[in-house]
T-cell receptor, first 113, second 115 residues
Framework: GNSVTQMEGPVTLSEEAFLTINCTYT??????LFWYVQYPGEGLQLLLK?????DKGSNKGFEATYRKETTSFHLEKGSVQVSDSAVYFC????????????FGSGTKLNVKP | GAVVSQHPSWVICKSGTSVKIECRSL??????MFWYRQFPKQSLMLMAT?????????EQGVEKDKFLINHASLTLSTLTVTSAHPEDSSFYIC???????????FGPGTRLLVL
């Protein structure tokens, strides 16, 4: 079946530190992979996506590469800011069933000044 | 582009009443809308998928008679929580997509508190 596993949080970093949030997946088809960000009290915002193996999604300094060989889609940022504090969700969309998203459990990021 | 709104953002109601939540796609025609439920500090749980003009498809364990979903137009879907009880208190989030695109665009969520 389809599933997404994220590293547990919370992750606490100092401003300008390097960020990695691990995400691995299992899928029966050819999924697209997504990172969404949720700020307190709000819905989810699309951060970046990748639709096929070796694609790199990037936005606002965040990057993630679709690695089919390791079934991973780790989120990275070279220098985090306090404003990046939020919950980050990794998700996959089943290529055989466009309807469903499978979400990871979410990773809370706290960035301290 | 790809903005989804929800109304209301907050609702408090008495046990036994029904509550309607609206989800609108503001700048695109949403062929498919999704309703999720999120418990505190947890991930999103898909409740149902609705395609414009047809009946919603509910996930296993979600009571379709309790959570009524209507997707009457390409820009509006509604979720009605009927005879709400305190255990229905939660954060409800809708999302929408169009055509064959896989990306879902999410609304800001509606927080429901049933007293």
């Amino acid at each position: 079946g389809n599933s997404v596993t994220q590293m547990e949080g919370p992750v606490t970093l100092s401003e300008e530190a390097f960020l990695t949030i691990n995400c691995t997946y299992t899928a029966t088809g050819y999924p697209s992979l997504f990172w969404y960000v949720q700020y307190p009290g709000e819905g989810l915002q699309l951060l970046l996506k990748a639709t096929k193996a070796d694609d790199k999604g990037s936005n606002k300094g965040f990057e993630a590469t679709y690695r089919k060989e390791t079934t991973s889609f780790h989120l990275e940022k070279g220098s985090v800011q306090v404003s990046d504090s939020a919950v980050y969700f990794c998700a996959l969309s089943d290529g055989n069933n466009f309807n469903k998203f499978y979400f990871g459990s979410g990773t809370k990021l706290n960035v301290k000044p | 582009g790809a903005v989804v709104s929800q109304h209301p953002s907050w609702v408090i109601c008495k046990s036994g009443t029904s509550v309607k939540i609206e989800c609108r796609s503001l700048d695109f025609q949403a062929t498919t809308m999704f309703w999720y439920r999120q418990f505190p500090k947890q991930s999103l749980m898909l409740m149902a998928t609705s395609n414009e003009g047809s009946k919603a498809t509910y996930e296993q364990g979600v009571e379709k008679d309790k959570f009524l979903i209507n997707h009457a137009s390409l820009t509006l879907s509604t979720l009605t929580v009927t005879s709400a009880h305190p255990e229905d208190s939660s954060f409800y989030i809708c999302s929408a997509r169009w055509g064959g695109r896989q990306t879902q665009y999410f609304g800001p969520g509606t927080r429901l508190l049933v007293l």
